[in-house]
């Protein structure tokens, strides 16, 4: 299981890539820097929140997963 810190900061990190790419996206077919990088900002975000949410409830489901065993040598 992962902290909510580690899942925040896989979510912020995966968004600058992608925000990156949204604001030249929208910059290419608007023509307009400034309304690109308001586009990009509330993309981000929006995408940040659901990015976290899913994270999380994904670590709630057994499904893949592989449980540690009760000892190492």
């Known amino acids: 299981m992962e ?3 580690r899942s925040i900061a896989k979510a912020v990190t995966y968004r600058a890539g992608g925000t990156l790419l ?3 996206s929208a910059w290419l077919i608007m023509g307009a820097p400034g309304t690109a990088a308001k586009i990009g900002v ?3 975000c929006l995408k ?4 976290y949410l899913h994270e999380r409830a994904w670590s709630c489901l057994r ?3 592989i449980e540690p065993p009760e000892y190492q040598i």
């Open 3 to 5: 902290s909510h810190w």
């Open 22 to 24: 949204t604001v030249l």
């Open 42 to 44: 509330l993309d981000t």
């Open 48 to 51: 940040i929140v659901h990015f």
């Open 63 to 65: 499904f893949g997963k």
